[in-house]
């Protein structure tokens, strides 16, 4: 494979006004892909040829058509053999491609894609999309390649989670547009949790009625926001209605979707209390939680929730409240699998119950792990029972798991590694590569978030870990929770570039992998971004601090992994800082009240943010 390393600017300008290096840029990078010396040139019509007698083709075709047309390029019909795109599925199967796999020709008139299934369509398309420039131009040449390309895992997901924040049917669309433009396949959509239920439940009109809003409040997520007033109106929310769901489910099978729901019990369940607290242990009255803090956090995972908002896995009427909410859901999402979550259940006020500890007692449970485990039995045989498999956060393993079970591994890849050797499914979802809500950049420019994940770091996601059974892992996820995360535009901002990582490691062959070459790419899609107006994170152009003590001094080192970039800083109070001290080596920060200054620059010219951090804050970052 050929990667032209040129400085950025000099890339991003090539990209503004000419297609020719456009095919370098493909995210994630394809199984293989060769550069030909053929350029195919054509002005505003393309002729469609194909044998495509798929419905499901047919709209992938048909969304090729409407990218063309915001190109100005329109696809005729009338026969052409010169300025065609041919279109085929594969007669006889290609068994290298599979089901999602494809092959992609740009030759001198033509450019050729062939699959086996719509799904390989799908993918293939999402290519030929990033071949094309990004501005319409009147003149559009594209070099040739020759691509065969198909994903290294059939679970390539993203998770949304709806709770926190409420997102409207066209923002969860709009969402759904970009993963699958990389090739992602799985929507999981986190429907359900404390702070706000946001599925129309027919049969359990409560849910929806009371346990989609919540009162309105600002300001930081789980710090001193105020419990609901006595009659203050819930009014922030909303849910999704049964007919909303089947647009969108069927909006994702479009776009070679297929979503994941998940209900999230027996823990993070204080909306589903509120509607009816008759399900929890001490039964008393609940309101859906407006982002208040309500537990404390003690590390290792350990924690204590001072509002009950477990359902009580001892009470039967909890079982057919479950097994009336997975009917609806069931009938509702065609995939294979349900998530029923599982995750940080707190098990105090099951410990603390009479009638709990009674009814352990008669069923030989011997501690409330094993009372989560019977809980998660029967709600594993309720919703195999509606034809589906279950999938569950690694918590779902404790006590023992039902053989079928599915588990996502988010407290790191021990759990994963763990359940692949039982012989369970695994997708990896570690907090340590694939957290999204994670803070991307320096802190003194990004939202407070209580932990950090760089581009760097998410493209070194590999869901294999060595002691695994391979054969188990089915792939891997990344996840946007959002506590702090208010609207659309932030959600893009947290996802990008990311998710390009993530993606990356989940569908390209591991030897593949180059970060170099990948943040080149990733800055040309930066400009994909930029026109179509969507939030994306340039962290990645600022320069990494690292602060550490030697002796009584404060040493300070500065990176990032731009090609062909400069940092400069000033540690004496001066500015613009392109007049300091060009970064060659780490440095000393002087005692005082001071700051460093710096920011990077390629060319001459600055990109990404000026960071300003306080000395106070390097000697705090230093510890002691
Ligand atoms: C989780 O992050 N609680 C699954």
Known sequence: MKYIKLPTLLILFLFQTNTF?????????????????????????????????????????????????????????KKSKKNCIKISLNKKA???????????????????????????????????????PEKKTDTISISGCSITDYPRFKWRGLMLDVSRHFFTVDEVKAYLDQMSAYKFNVFHWHLTDDQGWRIEIKSLPKLTEIGAWRVERYGRFGENRENPKPDEKATYGGFYTQEQIKDIVNYAAARNITIVPEIDIPGHSMAALAAYPDLSVKKEPKFVAPGIKFSEWYGGGKFKMLIENTLNPTDEKVYEFVDKVFTEVAALFPGEYIHMGGDEAYHGYWEENKEVQKFMKKNKIKDTHELQSYFVKRVEKIISSKGKKIIGWDEILEGGLAKGAAVMSWRGMKGGVEASKM?????????????????????????????????????????????ANAEYIIGGQANLWTEEIPNLPFAFYMTYPRAFAISESLWSP????????????????????????????????????????????????????????????????????????KYTGSFEIPKGNLSLRTRTFVNGEPIGRELLIHREDLVKRAGK
């Open 21 to 77: 290096f456009a095919q370098h840029s493909i995210i994630p990078i394809p199984v293989s892909y060769t550069v030909t010396d053929a350029s195919f040139t054509f002005q505003n019509e393309l002729y469609l040829s194909g044998n495509i007698n798929d419905d499901q083709a047919t709209t992938h075709i048909n969304q090729l058509r409407e990218f063309l047309a915001t190109k100005g390029i329109a696809l005729i019909d």
């Open 94 to 132: 290609d068994v290298t491609l599979g089901n999602e796999g494809y092959s992609l020709e740009v030759i001198e008139d033509n450019i050729v894609l062939s699959a086996n299934k719509a799904a390989g369509i799908f993918n293939g398309v999402q290519t030929l999309k990033q071949l094309f």
């Open 423 to 467: 012989e369970h499914e695994v997708v990896m979802s570690p907090t340590t590569y694939a957290y999204l809500d994670y803070t991307q950049g320096d802190r003194s420019v990004e939202t407070n978030i209580y932990a950090s994940l760089s581009l760097e770091k998410a493209y070194s996601f590999e869901p294999i870990p060595e002691e």
């Open 510 to 581: 591991k030897d593949k992998k180059d970060l170099d070459n990948f943040i080149t790419r990733t800055m040309h899609h930066f400009s994909r971004f930029d026109n179509a107006k969507l939030n994306i994170s340039k962290a990645v152009y600022d320069p990494i601090v690292s602060v550490a003590n030697d002796g009584n001094k404060l040493i300070c080192e500065l990176k990032n992994s731009i090609p062909n970039s400069e940092i400069y800083y000033t540690i004496n109070n001066t500015y613009p800082v392109q007049f300091g001290e």
